[in-house]
């Protein structure tokens, strides 16, 4: 989560909503690193989570993560929950929780369904203070920035 | 639709699950096409609605899609859905309801939480027949190959 947490920071610095992502494999190696990337590429589907999961399949020339474990400092939305499980991660560990976007525990809550294909072990709340201050002073720079 | 079904035999004829999808501007012209690659492209996020939404923001650069319309053949699952929340799409309208793997109506159903970004306008069933005989058409071929 540290190394996330380095992520996020990178995305804070390039004006992004400071989210990191990684890929771990079942070795305990770490495949990909990403943060938020939607204002660099104008891309709203270009999140921490999406990115670092594209990259992983790229780099290992496959479709699936099965025993693969995906660190991200934010609980993921309802999209990246799903394509998580369209990935089939094994685990999702999380930093903060998101009542208002997460789609994990909250909202959408995408693996609670009985049409969910898998259900990846969840990890929620790991280092979430260092991930909630962060996310805290990037928008509350925002709000100062555009006042 | 008539086009979006042109779009998901394509993906038939490519040995893709046969779902197409286009991006309908608010003046009634099509911005992007897409059907299915995730064999192709080795990536399960590979769907059509999402790369429909992709090569529709590329190609009017920028990154939301207000006013514009997602046709697709069958029912967004939940992480399509979600990204045409991301994209503040304005209109969904789709073809087969998805009961298994359909996000909108079914198990997520991504817009029906207060937690919901954004709720476009959702017409569905249009032209379901034909879309369902497709679907359907293309896993009997599967499991008659697979045997």
New interface residues.
Partial sequence: MDIALNLANCAFDAGEVPVGALVISPEGQIVSEAFNQ?EKL????AHAE?LA??KA?ALL????LVGYTLVVTLEP???C???A????IDRIVFGAYD?????VE?????FS?????HRPEIIGGVQEQESQILLKNFFQQMRSTSC
Avoid at 85 to 88: D, E, F, L, S, T
């Fill in positions: 939607v104008q891309n709203p589907t999406i999961l594209e399949c020339s496959r479709k699936r939305c309802p999209m929950a799903a394509a499980m369209h990935y089939r009542p208002k976007g997460g789609g909250h909202g959408a809550c995408i369904h009985r049409q969910s294909l």
